[in-house]
């Protein structure tokens, strides 16, 4: 499984950007997906995930200005990201989790940077 996230850009605050993830093969049969994002020196944090079945979850931190969905057809999973602050910059990933098999397929990273 290949992915290739997209969308990041210089925004300022209070603006919105819309993060692509494009999956290579069926998303449809993706048990999950989910989105992380990474600030230099910190750990890796979760941010939204959509399951197959379509149960979605967020990070307290982004709950109410942030939407994840994805379009089957297209094999592509989105971030929608508005209200943007600027604790929000980092380097967005996206991720193909496989629980049966313990596999994270990761792609490469997004830069998302918000300025005050």
């Known amino acids: 499984v290949q992915l290739q996230a997209s969308g990041g850009g210089l925004v300022q605050a209070g603006g919105s950007l819309r993060l692509s993830c494009v999956v290579s093969?069926?998303?449809?049969?993706?048990?999950?997906m989910r989105w992380f994002r990474q600030v230099p020196g910190e750990a890796r944090e979760f941010v939204a995930s959509m399951t197959s079945a379509g149960r979605i979850d967020y990070a307290d931190t982004v709950k109410g200005r942030f939407t994840i969905s994805k379009n089957n057809a297209k094999n592509t999973m989105y971030l929608q990201m508005n209200n943007l602050k600027p604790e929000d910059s980092a380097v967005y990933y996206c991720?193909?989790?496989?629980?049966?098999?313990?596999?994270?397929?990761w792609g490469k990273g997004t830069q998302v940077t918000v300025s005050s």
């Open positions: 093969g069926r998303i449809s049969s993706v048990p999950i």
């Open positions: 991720a193909a989790v496989y629980l049966n098999r313990d596999t994270v397929y």
